[in-house]
């Protein structure tokens, strides 16, 4: 019988072993010799415990033998004179072992890691949650993450939020390309509302497309942002306060005593007839300081007044200024195009536009040395758009100017705190175009 089956064996080109009736082995053939060393004296050893063995049915088991992990089919044979043998076909199951223990590795650190992440994740299919991790549960104020799987992802959304986050959510799971980052407010389950920022990718959950989401609680950073956006246009109030009363207070205290004094002048003159010539060119530089002075005074004053946006319409305040800058600059091209101002903004609105206007031609006439300035105000609602262009000698905005000058900080402070952008777009021989987006709200 062993010569006859040990022939067999060797035939087959898949490893396989010749067991007695006790277990022990008996044969191995060649595949088997190569592919799990069932040589060097060590053909005995067991593989099989003699009571698992069974002359009835066949057997299949999984062993580790010789470092190897390998899944045995062991079925009994009965030889010519009645004795029972076993025959086992093996297949090395090692790598595919390796593999589901790797995985099994791999997902374990998934999962501590999505659970000890300080950011809520959460899976949603179908429009509903699937998972979420503890820190979900917990920002949303639900005692045990189960608690959230079967809701609609949008359960806990603001009303004013959902239709925002539904669209993008449902859109996500069908992977078209959204903005992947944005903010917007979820009710925890006492009522508080928050601020989140979310995070969201597309990913295969279970075999189906899903939307998987990251969620950072920002309530603390927004209203901060609330704060400061406060602050600032609190600070711009006092300062345009102080401007008015200053300006006010130049205009009734000097400009009056200057006005008397060119009065008084012009009557002095015709008491000192006989004036000696050294002497009229005093009396003229005197009458020509005062008249400077007054100038100035006028100047400064309606550069710090802001009351004339009381009684005039803003377009028709800019146009006064545009005139004004190109009487002072008779060599410079300026065209204003504005568009969509049909009615009376917000006051605070039209100050911030008039305030930046007037620095942005103060700058171009300090500092461009330009032969055209363009400008464009347009308000299509909800947003103001501001564009003033010169073609002068530029500079580098993101260099430290050596001056320390406060217009483009101011300007930009202004149109911050009202939540818009102001953006520099300059480079020493290329002009300066400065861009203003102002929501009005
Ligand atoms: N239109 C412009 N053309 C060229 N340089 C400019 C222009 N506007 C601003 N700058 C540069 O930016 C600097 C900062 O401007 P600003 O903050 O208004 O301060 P200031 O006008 O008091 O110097 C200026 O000193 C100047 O170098
Ligand atoms: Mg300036």
Redo the contacts with the bound molecule.
Sequence with gaps: MNESYKEWLESIAHPLILLDAKGNIISANYEAKKSFGFLKGRTFLRLIREKELSPEKQIEKEVNFNGYDIDIRLRPVFSEDGCIYFIASLTDITAAKRTEQDLKNISEVYQTVVENSLAAISIHQDGITRFVNRRYAEMLGFEDPAQCIGRPFWASIHPDDVPMVKERGLMREKHQVLPAQYVFREVKQDGTVIWVEIRATHATYMGKPAAVTNLIDITQRVKAEEEIRTLSQRLVRVREDERKKLAADLHDQMGQTLTAMHFDLENLRTYIPDLPPEGTRLYERLVANVEALADHLRKTTLYMRSDLLEQKMLIAVLDQLVKEFMHQHPQMKVSFQSLGFKKRLNPEIELTVYRIFQ??L???S???R?DHVEIILTYSHPRIILTIR?N????S?KKK?????????SMKERVVSFGGEMDVI?APGK??T?RFDIPVC
């Design positions: 620095e942005s103060r700058n171009i300090k500092h461009a330009a010169d002068g000698v530029g500079f905005p100017a050596k001056t320390r000058g406060i217009g483009l900080i300059s002009g300066t400065l």
